[in-house]
T-cell receptor, first 117, second 117 residues
Framework: GAVVSQHPSWVICKSGTSVKIECRSL??????MFWYRQFPKQSLMLMAT?????????EQGVEKDKFLINHASLTLSTLTVTSAHPEDSSFYIC?????????????FGPGTRLTVL | AQTVTQSQPEMSVQEAETVTLSCTYD???????LFWYKQPPSRQMILVIR??????QNATENRFSVNFQKAAKSFSLKISDSQLGDTAMYFC??????????????FGKGTKLSVIP
């Protein structure tokens, strides 16, 4: 089946530093990847849509200069949280859409827990 | 804009019994897909079942089935013979075309299901 990995699964960083999260589709090519943020006991909130070879599309209220997204290949997208602050602490989930999949199903990574001290 | 409403924040069911989770949605589109995702304590999003709007027949996957009422914009999930491993957050989701070749998932707020031994 379609597998999406995320790395790291858990990261702790100091306030003011930057953190990079990788999202990889392991056995399929993903023209589109999505980045979500999830607070405890809440639903997933879409942050941005990333298309291979083009700039990401950010949702309203998401700072593009703070959350840098790069989708340089058909199997890798990265999210960099720049100058992280404690309020950026959250669970970040990526998903990927298989370019061959007609139902537009998204396959989810296992998530990354970010804690900013 | 599409909206997805899950009116039951929490539910519980005895092991081996049947439970139904509710979901309603609002859209002006005629062609779309609906999904139920499960998020266990590991927080990995797992697809439970999907339904194409153009199909009148309700989707089924083993113990999981849906009651899709297109006119009423209702998409409920029935879990039969509940098992302890079914304990999780369940999210109803709707996929729509957002332009420029992108398809975005809109999630409901989720229903926390507890299966009681």
């Amino acid at each position: 089946g379609a597998v999406v990995s995320q790395h790291p699964s858990w990261v702790i960083c100091k306030s003011g530093t930057s953190v990079k999260i990788e999202c990889r589709s392991l056995d399929f090519q993903a023209t589109t990847m999505f980045w979500y943020r999830q607070f405890p006991k809440q639903s997933l909130m879409l942050m941005a849509t990333s298309n291979e070879g083009s700039k990401a599309t950010y949702e309203q209220g998401v700072e593009k200069d703070k959350f840098l997204i790069n989708h340089a290949s058909l199997t890798l997208s990265t999210l960099t949280v720049t100058s992280a602050h404690p309020e950026d602490s959250s669970f970040y989930i990526c998903s990927a859409r298989d370019r061959r999949e007609l139902t537009n199903e998204q396959f989810f990574g296992p998530g990354t827990r970010l804690t900013v001290l | 804009a599409q909206t997805v409403t899950q009116s039951q924040p929490e539910m519980s069911v005895q092991e081996a019994e049947t439970v139904t989770l509710s979901c309603t949605y609002d859209t002006s589109e005629s062609n779309y897909y609906l999904f139920w995702y499960k998020q266990p304590p590991s927080r990995q999003m797992i697809l439970v079942i999907r339904q194409e709007a153009y199909k009148q027949q309700n989707a089924t996957e083993n113990r999981f089935s849906v009651n899709f009422q297109k006119a009423a914009k209702s998409f409920s999930l029935k879990i039969s013979d509940s098992q302890l491993g079914d304990t999780a957050m369940y999210f109803c989701a709707f996929i729509s075309y957002s332009g420029a070749g992108s398809y975005q998932l809109t999630f409901g707020k989720g229903t926390k299901l507890s299966v009681i031994p």
